[in-house]
């Protein structure tokens, strides 16, 4: 229980949460949990790409089969009307010749990524892949899908452990230098945002194939002075070997999720990317993840 006492403790959870065992590696465990609904979102993927000894197996193919299966399950049930599946802008951004600007056209090069095996490029490859399979497969059986593209997602989290994205968010601060490429040029949406796209794109009727979601893009110099300023006593670096100050941030943009109709909470017009980052380091102070 102890897996899921931050889901249970939520507020309300005793009447509106129902939790099923289930495993995506093993195909037909969702089966009951899906049984019955008419909307799904798929939103879990391994992002563990620090301590990987054998990505294929350990992330790659969990990912997926992970989202096949999720797939098959819904295609069992009958009464499924669509499904939103989380991806990345990771299945988006990552070429080997650098955009201005990336919108839902692009899809990430996968031999560059492998090739290169830059920071996360597991990851980076197994959601592309992933995307790319539920495509195929929504295609074949004529299952409604709709997929959306979040960049790092930053603010508050209820989790009992850092997640992934949060670790790269306070990578400045615990001086992991191995997160500071994912940094680099970067583009962040805050959860709350996150959250109610995911349910905006279920609810609307007209929202049809890729979505990017994400509301800010900085380089790793912009968040490294606003974190300098905000936490002095963190003594943040500022400067980062082999990255040219001048570098200027490429955006990832969300146009045709704000032509739908969706309005971001936390823009980056009334809201600096830097709250963003202090929330998620703020809710890793108040559950004693943080030392600060």
């Known amino acids: 229980m102890s897996k899921v006492k931050h889901l249970l403790d939520l ?17 037909g465990s969702f089966d009951d949990a899906i049984h019955g609904c008419a909307g799904v979102f798929h939103v879990a993927t391994p992002m ?10 350990e992330v790659i193919k969990p990912t997926v089969n992970g989202v096949l299966n999720i797939m098959r ?30 919108d839902e056209s692009f899809w990430t090069d996968v031999d560059f990524c492998k090739a290169q095996k830059m920071t ?18 929504a295609k074949e059986i004529g299952l409604d899908l709709v997929t959306i593209q979040p960049s ?8 009992p452990s850092r997640p992934t994205s949060i ?15 994912m940094l680099t040029q970067a583009r962040a949406v805050h959860l709350d945002d996150l959250c109610n796209a995911h349910i905006y794109l279920l609810e609307y009727p007209q929202a049809n ?32 070997e082999g990255v040219d100050e ?12 704000v032509d739908l109709g969706f309005k971001f909470k936390y823009n980056s017009d009334e809201c600096h990317v830097g709250v963003l980052f202090s929330e998620a380091i703020e809710s890793c102070r108040q559950k004693g993840l943080m030392p600060l």
């Open 167 to 181: 670790e790269i968010s306070i990578a400045l601060i615990t001086r992991n230098a191995a997160l500071y490429p």
């Open 73 to 102: 399950s819904c295609s069992k049930a009958k009464t499924v009307k669509r499904v939103i599946y989380t991806s990345t802008t990771g299945t988006i951004a990552i070429q080997q010749h650098p955009q201005s600007e990336y």
């Open 48 to 57: 563990e790409f620090i301590s990987v000894m054998d990505p294929e197996s």
């Open 209 to 240: 194939g890729r979505y990017i979601c994400s509301s800010h893009c900085f380089t790793i110099f912009d968040i490294a002075k606003w974190l300098s300023q905000k936490y002095p006593e963190c003594d943040i670096p500022t400067k980062f």
């Open 120 to 137: 996360g490029w597991m990851y980076f490859v197994a959601k592309t892949m992933a995307e790319k399979a539920a495509w195929e497969f």
């Open 11 to 27: 507020p309300n959870a005793g009447t509106h949460l129902s939790l099923w065992k289930a495993d995506l590696t093993e195909e």
């Open 246 to 257: 001048s570098l200027k941030p490429i955006p990832c943009s969300s146009k045709k999720l």
């Open 152 to 159: 790092i997602v930053l603010g508050p989290f209820i989790t």
